[in-house]
């Protein structure tokens, strides 16, 4: 078996999800891929969310489980743009400019998908099938000093949990051909019940 090890982000992409409240079907609405040079990927962490659950007797550990309950991913893109504005933070976009408002409707869930080439040519794709911005994005900005460009990105708190019916949370794909509809792993087990 070839080692190996991803070397760079190529592409971030994401695709709106219909939470099917009524039917019990999740959907997608169709991909959408950042082009690189508005809203490219920088870099990404994706920090596991669960706790650790030990039972002791006679004062070692009998069992120890881990509650999975997705994955809290830091995303930093090169810029904001509309898209990102509108379909994964909720805001009100227009010709004019950019509207933000506090608002009791929760932001948009979608799912997120990162490109990445590896060390044997062959490439991943990873997708978190359940997203949602966790909370808004800090702004800021400084001056540049003498003739150096100080560049600012975009970082985005995301919160990857697993789905409701059939607690799917991510699937990594073999590959680099960017999809057009979002991929499932083959053979997934049946809805869970709870």
């Known amino acids: 078996m070839a080692q190996k090890i991803k070397k760079t982000i190529t592409r971030v992409g ?3 999800m219909n939470t099917g409240e009524l039917t019990g079907v999740i959907t997608y609405e169709p991909p959408v ?10 870099e990404y962490s994706a920090e596991p969310n669960g706790e650790l659950k030990e039972i002791y007797a006679d004062g070692v550990v009998v069992y120890s489980t881990e509650e999975n309950n997705g994955y809290d991913i830091n995303l930093t893109l090169l810029a904001i743009i509309d898209d990102i504005d509108e379909s994964l933070l ?5 010709t004019a400019g950019v509207a933000e408002y506090a608002s009791p409707i ?6 997120l998908f990162i ?6 040519g062959a490439g991943q794709i990873t997708v978190w099938y359940n997203c949602q911005v966790s909370k808004r994005p800090k702004t800021g900005g400084k001056t540049s000093e003498g003739s150096t460009f100080d560049a600012q ?3 985005l708190p995301i919160a990857a949990r697993p789905r409701i019916n059939d607690k799917l949370i991510r699937y990594t794909i ?3 051909t960017l999809f057009t509809s979002v991929p499932m792993p083959e053979n997934m087990p049946q809805e869970v019940e709870e």
């Open 33 to 42: 891929w950042f082009v690189s040079t508005e809203a490219g990927g920088r």
């Open 115 to 120: 490109c990445e080439e590896t060390t044997d």
């Open 174 to 176: 073999k590959g680099k």
């Open 14 to 16: 994401y695709a709106l």
């Open 106 to 111: 929760p932001r948009p869930k979608f799912a």
């Open 153 to 155: 990105f975009l970082e």
């Open 90 to 94: 909720g805001n009100v976009v227009t």
